[in-house]
């Protein structure tokens, strides 16, 4: 009789495929769990970096950013209602605040760059989001980020106003992404809770 | 050894006779999100190819060795590996791809048409007409991909590759947002399936273009 | 949190996920099986409960994996893996369950169930409980409710494509280009939805 008759032969198939398939999985894994969560990070520290006003080179290598990170790039304080601070010199320039929340698909994490008078805008850069290529994506390109630059922080419930392409701005407010509209409403929903929260603590602090 | 023939009538087939996205209506998931932009259709592709095509070499070889009750099981398994081998390289190696393509990576095990080839030929093939028969099958998934993917590209953002083209980046250009939309990908591919369809009824007349 | 406010929030869950959210129509998953057996509004109905049934028993045994084998371990990237053979298993045990115990039911339900196995909306539900963090409830809601909506979305279409059945259609678009062109105006139509209830 052919072992393949017998009826434990499916399960110890099936189990010995899994261990063979797992054991590689694994081992490629842990191979490129350090590289994985490197690239992580430096994309963390580049978006800090793009949020505020540095000037960064237009092909910069990892390990320069990750210098350029640990030279300016300053812990938080309760002075500074858990931003980072950029210091140059012996003065503080801005303070980059993360931004975490709920996008289309799943969170978006951020960084919002804030000059040292709490209501100048610097930039504004995203790090992690899995939003819809071309619509909701398009957070992280320039058409988008690049509006937040100067926008002055207003001192009502929604400090930074994402209106409607048709909509008129003025200084406290910039242009959503055209048929992305989840993404556009979700992001500023929990980008000016965050930013309002901040902007109460940071003037009751100073 | 396998006959010169028959490779190439396995070719010939995978890529446009027996097309996957046109002629089996398979794999659209994927293909609605990923195509407005070129580049991550590409790369998507790329991963798809990838993964048919080994998939289909290994289902394959262990074909004689596969129970027939846990098979599906088996595939599966098989290609969920290669996958997730692709995806975690990507993330290793190609970080801003992976930021970009998100979540559908790893819906491409879901993607019919790997599972359709491993099923339907794999199974009961030789192990090196399997593995092109994968190879052409996904590569004829991504052309189909990269044509709707073109037109998306062009017509929703001004662009290709993401460098602007003259005349659709201009102001003259009003840019048709719904093609960067879902409902763009139906019916770009809708017009694609129409065009080729239209080319093989012509051909063959007896067969028609009916699934 | 109170227990009429929780039922309140799974309940926003469920029918957010059947209609602003529709797993088919606005994230676009299932696509397959949704085009190809959307001929009949009979088999269509078939595959819907299928698709409801499975997709509610596999959310919660993945939410089972997630919070007791995978994260405790810290091989949350195995989750693809473990997904989809815990589908494919529960799949072909259901296969073997009712085939033994109501040939009726198989004969209606049976040759649907190995079209769910490579249904991506099946593993995108499970995918999106892991994004979302969402408890066992909220898990189970969400799973029902992406089930359910899935079912509304074919059994639309094949209604549809029924009437379609006198029209006069280029001979090159007949069948997938045609479904094709259906899809995307009610996709369409969806988009309009979005929004409506905001319980992602």
Known sequence: MDVRDKAWYPILYMFVITLCLSTVLILFGSITRQRVKDNERIAYERAVIEALPIDLPRRVSPAQIHKLFIRSVHDATVSSAGALRYIKGDSLIAYALPLEGPGFWAAIKGVIGIAADTRTITGISFYEQNETPGLGGEIVKSEFTAQFVGKRISETSNPVEIRAVSADLDEASVHAITGATQTSTRLGKFMNEQLARWREQVTRER | MMPQKKTQDVVLTAVWGDNPVFRQILGICSALAVTNLVLNTVVMGAAVIFTTALSGLTVSLLRKWTPRVIRMMIEVLIIAFYVILFDQALKAYWPDMSRNLGPYVGLIITNCIIMGRAEAFANANPPLLSFVDGFFSGLGYTIVLCCVAVVRELFGMGSLLGMPVPFFSSVLWDRWIIMVMPPGAFFTLALIVWLARTIQVDREPKKGGVT | ?200
């Not at chain 3, 969402?134 to 409710?145: D, T, V």
């Not at chain 3, 074919?154 to 549809?160: L, N, T």
Request: aromatic share 14%; charged share 10%.
């Open chain 3, 1 to 200: 949190m109170s227990l009429g406010s929780h039922m309140l929030h799974l309940s926003v869950i469920l029918f957010a996920a059947i209609f602003t959210d529709n797993i088919l129509l606005a994230r676009f998953l299932g696509m397959c099986s949704f085009l190809s057996v959307s001929r009949q509004v009979k088999t269509a109905v078939g595959l819907g409960f299928a698709v409801v049934f499975v997709m509610t028993f596999t959310i919660t045994l993945d939410w089972f994996a997630y919070r007791f084998v995978l994260q405790p371990y810290g091989i949350e990237y195995f989750r693809f893996i473990l997904f989809i053979v815990i589908i494919a298993a529960f799949v072909q045990f259901v296969e073997m369950a009712i085939e033994r115990y109501s040939p009726v039911l198989y004969h209606n339900l049976g040759i649907f169930l190995p079209l769910i196995t490579v249904n991506c909306a099946i593993l995108g539900a499970s995918l999106f409980m892991v994004i979302r963090d969402y408890n066992l409830a909220e898990g189970i809601a969400f799973g029902f409710g992406s089930g359910a909506g899935w079912m509304l979305a074919i059994v639309a279409m094949a209604g549809i494509r029924e009437r379609l059945n006198n029209a006069r259609i280029p001979k090159g678009l007949q069948g997938p280009g045609i479904t094709l062109i259906i899809a995307g105006i009610m996709a369409l139509a969806f988009i309009g939805f979005t929004g409506v209830l905001s319980g992602g």
